[in-house]
């Protein structure tokens, strides 16, 4: 049931994934709901004021967000800017006192990921990260049939995800922006599918680079990452991240079977079939149950299911992989 009071969120960025994914969601959440914007265009500002029936005083923008701390209609901000701004709006949300809801990849390295951590454990407050699929029931069966190994143990896995990036001047091309590149936006959902499929962490990675425009993916972006990974139990995985195609697939073999979705990874309709059939399972509003997940546990005071730890996992193979795929050598993990 809906708790008496339902937390107020702000969200900070209002681009395509605030605008289209997560604000319509948050008018779908029980536990939460959209109370204020955090925004540097002042024209969004008025368009989502009356939209959303925002009062002035829950607006901010980039240079005044600290003022925030001061506002109790706000209980969460949720970080959805460029990947490289989200270490400085969780530092400066946790300093203003506020649970953080952050974006994949929460952060562009291991130590801006470790200092969000630090940062929210200072400030008492909850960090989670935005993996939407760990709410989702295809996720959670695929992490049940790693538990409960209905097909026996898992021996391989192959994940890849890209799509066709056809805007040049996307902040996902520009690496101080991103970080990276595929691997960084969308790679990012193939590895962690990897974690949670084995329900193991790798050991070791091996990676490759192809580069066909230059002009284009400038240095510090991939185009197109291929990266393998072994796991304790002699597990492997095999994966390719790129911007130059469409491609969304996740299959796992099993001693005893198999599992194949595609779309794996996507807002729905997922699909898949195991050995035994087709994945029968509810289609839901990730977004709603991520927000509403979250929130539980805030209002609630239990941990989160994709807090900060899990993020930081993620950023540590991401940096093993570019190591590895910059030296050609493995890299142990
Ligand atoms: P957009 O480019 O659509 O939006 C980013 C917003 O950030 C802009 O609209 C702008 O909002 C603000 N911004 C502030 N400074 C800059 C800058 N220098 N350059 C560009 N934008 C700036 O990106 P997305 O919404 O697609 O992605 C945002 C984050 O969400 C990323 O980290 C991405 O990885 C993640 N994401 C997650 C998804 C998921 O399924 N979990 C799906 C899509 C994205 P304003 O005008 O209000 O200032």
Redesign the pocket.
Known sequence: FAPEKKLGVALV??????TY?LAPALEKTANCHLVGIV???PS?AETWKKKYNLQDKNIYN?QNFDQIANNPDIDVVYV????S??HEFTLRAAKAGKHVIC???MAVSVKEAEEMIAACKAANVQLAI?Y?LHYEPFTNEVMRLAKDKDFGKVTFVEASFGFPLRDPKA?RLNPK?SGGGPMM?VGIYALNAARYATGEEPISVTAQTVKTRPDIYLPGIEETLFWQMKFPSGAVSNHTTTYNSGLQRLYVGYENGNLEMSPAYD?GPLKGKTSKGEMNLPIVYHQVLELDGICDCIINKKPNITPGEEGLKDMKLIEAIFKAAKTGKEVKV
């Open positions: 960025g209002l681009g395509y994934y605030a994914q925004t540097g265009t969004k980039y959805v800017l460029p990947n701004m989200h974006e994949k990849p935005g939407r902040w922006l936006d807002y």
